[in-house]
């Protein structure tokens, strides 16, 4: 007892707390160097692209059908950006906006059947660089390794690509299947980029979806092919633009499915807790809301709004709804945030939004930290070049500042102006009446288009063959108004093709 108490005493007493706290304090250094030295499993990453997805036409987004129960399951455990767009009206440029963080205008693809300049660095090779196994697995040929979009992955498949009467789900969910089961077994985090086309023309029937019934009017006998579709007088009456929209859904639908097959497996290889997963699309659709079907070389909001949903690994998820409108250009900066990796970069036009996918607390003013106000650009520079005499050409850039938004046609020296939050269908054009906005925002556009810094090399133009060449007029690609067009389709869904 009285050694008990004189160790409890004031001397004694200090050197045991001073003792304790040098102890303490290096067991926390060591602590520190060996957490250094074994830093935690990265985190994998999974980016679907689900080509020609109006975001309208997703449950989550508000579409009274049921298209998307797979992606509306997804959206429920993470962040929904309610106002996103993309930065062209077609694949090729859009898709490589998503690689590069960059504007069309910067990365040079904008043309049809050019390739990606190996200058360009893409997100493939940023996580590759890290140490990333990458792999990439699409059904459209226009991101194929024809043109360089397979620069920074290990593994790229693109073989089922560009087939106009194919249905391509199934084959890709079953090779994103079979390379999650690879990607497990070994001992690097991953980088898988997968691509679905089914909602892109052709919209096929998919009798068990049954959205569509028997097609009414001039489409009684099924779908015309898309050139001759859009050469209807008068275009589609109501009852057939239902008919096409309907199968659209189904196509979305059936596409769904194969996405929640997929997702599904992250969770029965075990990998779902250490997965961010993200989807979007490359562009929306046109069916005949301004008298077009298709994409290309429209700029409304049915062709630029496409999804944007981001869940980080389960940990850090929790669903929220994100306004603001932000540009798929944030792909890039953001996966390579949320995986723990250096997401700054010169070469990137726009900044992550990881703070807004976790929702991070501004710390001063007390809230979450709201979505930057920035204006919205795209752009188009869409022509035929060494395939054949075509009319179907396009230059305009889209400027979305406020509730306005600028279109300035390049080629016919016209604007259009419209209130989204007033007119969202864009029905009433301003120009007449607001002609200072007009200005102002052709001006703002302007100084802002001079600022985006070309590609130091010019993209490469490829010919197609002949077979690619009737492929590109199939899924709209080429071709005009004044082509003689192909008697009418049966289309009976038959496209599963091999």
Same mark, same amino acid.
Request: hydrophobic residues 40%; glycine residues 10%.
């Given at each position: 007892?009285?050694?008990?108490?004189?160790?409890?005493?004031?001397?004694?007493?200090?050197?045991?707390?001073?003792?304790?706290?040098?102890?303490?304090?290096?067991?926390? =250094?060591?602590?520190?160097?060996?957490?250094?030295?074994?830093? *935690?499993?990265?985190?994998? @990453?999974?980016?679907?692209?689900?080509?020609?997805?109006?975001?309208?036409?997703?449950?989550?987004?508000?579409?009274?059908?049921?298209?998307?129960?797979?992606?509306?399951?997804?959206?429920?455990?993470?962040?929904?950006?309610?106002?996103?767009? !993309?930065?062209?009206?077609?694949?090729?440029?859009?898709?490589?906006?998503?690689?590069?963080?960059?504007?069309?205008?910067?990365?040079?693809?904008?043309?049809?059947? /050019?390739?990606?300049?190996?200058?360009?660095?893409?997100? %493939?090779?940023?996580?590759?660089?890290?140490?990333?196994? !990458?792999?990439?697995?699409?059904?459209?040929? *226009?991101?194929?390794?024809?043109?360089?979009?397979? /620069?920074?992955?290990?593994?790229?498949?693109?073989?089922?690509?560009?087939?106009?009467?194919?249905?391509?789900?199934?084959? @890709?969910?079953?090779?994103?299947?079979? %390379?999650?089961?690879?990607?497990?077994?070994?001992?690097?985090?991953?980088?898988?980029?997968?691509?679905?086309?089914?909602?892109?023309?052709?919209?096929?029937?998919?009798?068990?979806?049954?959205?569509?019934?028997?097609?009414?009017? &001039?489409?009684? /006998?099924?779908?015309?092919?898309?050139?001759?579709?859009?050469?209807?007088?008068?275009?589609?009456?109501?009852?057939?633009?239902?008919?096409?929209?309907?199968?659209?859904?189904?196509?979305?639908?059936?596409?769904?499915?194969?996405?929640?097959?997929?997702?599904?497996?992250?969770?029965?290889?075990?990998?779902?807790?250490?997965?961010?997963?993200?989807?979007?699309?490359?562009?929306?659709?046109?069916?005949?809301?301004?008298?077009? $079907?298709?994409?290309?070389?429209?700029?409304?909001?049915? @062709?630029?709004? @496409?999804?944007?949903?981001? &869940?980080?690994?389960?940990?850090?998820?929790?669903?929220?709804? #994100?306004?603001?409108?932000?540009?798929?250009?944030?792909?890039?900066?953001?996966?390579?945030?949320?995986?723990? +990796?250096?997401?700054?970069?010169?070469?990137? /036009?726009?900044?992550? +939004?990881?703070?807004?996918?976790?929702?991070?607390?501004?710390?001063?003013?007390?809230?979450? !930290?709201?979505?930057?106000?920035?204006?919205?650009?795209?752009?188009?520079?869409?022509?035929?070049?060494?395939?054949?005499?075509?009319?179907?050409?396009?230059?305009?850039?889209?400027?979305?500042?406020?509730?306005?938004?600028?279109?300035?046609?390049?080629?016919?020296? #016209?604007?259009?102006?419209?209130? $989204?939050?007033?007119?969202?269908?864009?029905?009433?054009?301003?120009?007449?009446?607001?002609?200072?906005?007009?200005?102002?925002? =052709?001006?703002?556009?302007?100084?802002?288009?001079?600022? $985006?810094?070309?590609?130091?090399?010019?993209?490469?133009? +490829?010919?197609?063959?002949?077979?690619? $060449?009737?492929?590109?007029?199939?899924?709209?690609?080429?071709?005009?108004?004044?082509?003689?067009?192909?008697?009418?389709?049966?289309?009976?869904?038959?496209?599963?093709?091999?």
């Amino acid at each position: 007892m009285r050694l008990l108490g004189s160790m409890c005493g004031g001397g004694a007493f200090a050197f045991a707390s001073r003792f304790l706290a040098a102890s303490l304090g290096a067991l926390l =250094l060591w602590g520190l160097a060996c957490a250094e030295k074994t830093p *935690l499993r990265r985190r994998n @990453v999974l980016l679907i692209v689900v080509d020609t997805l109006r975001r309208d036409h997703l449950g989550v987004y508000g579409h009274t059908r049921d298209t998307s129960p797979s992606i509306d399951a997804l959206a429920a455990q993470g962040a929904v950006f309610a106002s996103a767009y !993309t930065t062209a009206p077609w694949t090729q440029p859009a898709v490589a906006s998503i690689f590069t963080g960059s504007y069309p205008s910067t990365h040079g693809l904008t043309r049809i059947y /050019q390739k990606l300049d190996p200058g360009q660095i893409t997100l %493939a090779e940023r996580f590759a660089s890290q140490g990333y196994a !990458t792999e990439g697995i699409v059904s459209h040929r *226009l991101v194929g390794k024809k043109f360089n979009f397979d /620069q920074g992955f290990e593994r790229y498949s693109d073989e089922d690509g560009m087939r106009h009467n194919a249905i391509s789900t199934e084959k @890709v969910t079953a090779k994103a299947i079979g %390379a999650l089961q690879a990607l497990a077994t070994g001992e690097r985090p991953f980088f898988l980029f997968v691509h679905y086309f089914d909602p892109h023309f052709a919209y096929h029937d998919h009798p068990e979806i049954s959205f569509a019934g028997k097609g009414p009017g &001039r489409l009684r /006998q099924g779908l015309l092919p898309m050139n001759a579709m859009r050469d209807l007088t008068p275009p589609p009456q109501r009852a057939e633009r239902r008919f096409i929209i309907e199968r659209y859904d189904e196509e979305i639908r059936h596409t769904d499915a194969g996405i929640g097959q997929l997702l599904g497996s992250l969770v029965e290889l075990g990998l779902d807790d250490e997965t961010i997963i993200a989807l979007t699309s490359d562009h929306g659709e046109a069916i005949f809301e301004h008298g077009w $079907l298709g994409h290309t070389i429209q700029v409304y909001e049915e @062709v630029l709004a @496409v999804p944007l949903i981001i &869940r980080p690994i389960p940990s850090e998820a929790a669903h929220r709804v #994100v306004e603001g409108r932000v540009s798929t250009l944030t792909v890039a900066p953001t996966l390579l945030e949320l995986a723990g +990796l250096d997401a700054a970069s010169d070469r990137f /036009q726009s900044a992550s +939004l990881a703070p807004w996918v976790r929702g991070d607390w501004d710390k001063e003013r007390g809230e979450r !930290t709201p979505v930057p106000r920035k204006p919205i650009f795209a752009e188009v520079d869409y022509r035929v070049d060494g395939t054949e005499p075509s009319n179907k050409r396009a230059r305009k850039q889209v400027w979305i500042q406020g509730r306005y938004k600028l279109i300035w046609d390049d080629l016919a020296g #016209v604007a259009e102006l419209y209130d $989204l939050s007033g007119d969202p269908s864009e029905r009433e054009n301003l120009v007449q009446t607001k002609p200072d906005r007009v200005r102002q925002m =052709l001006a703002a556009m302007r100084a802002f288009h001079e600022t $985006l810094e070309a590609s130091s090399e010019p993209a490469q133009t +490829l010919e197609p063959t002949q077979e690619e $060449l009737e492929a590109l007029r199939e899924l709209g690609y080429v071709g005009g108004t004044d082509e003689e067009e192909s008697a009418p389709s049966g289309d009976d869904g038959s496209g599963r093709g091999s």
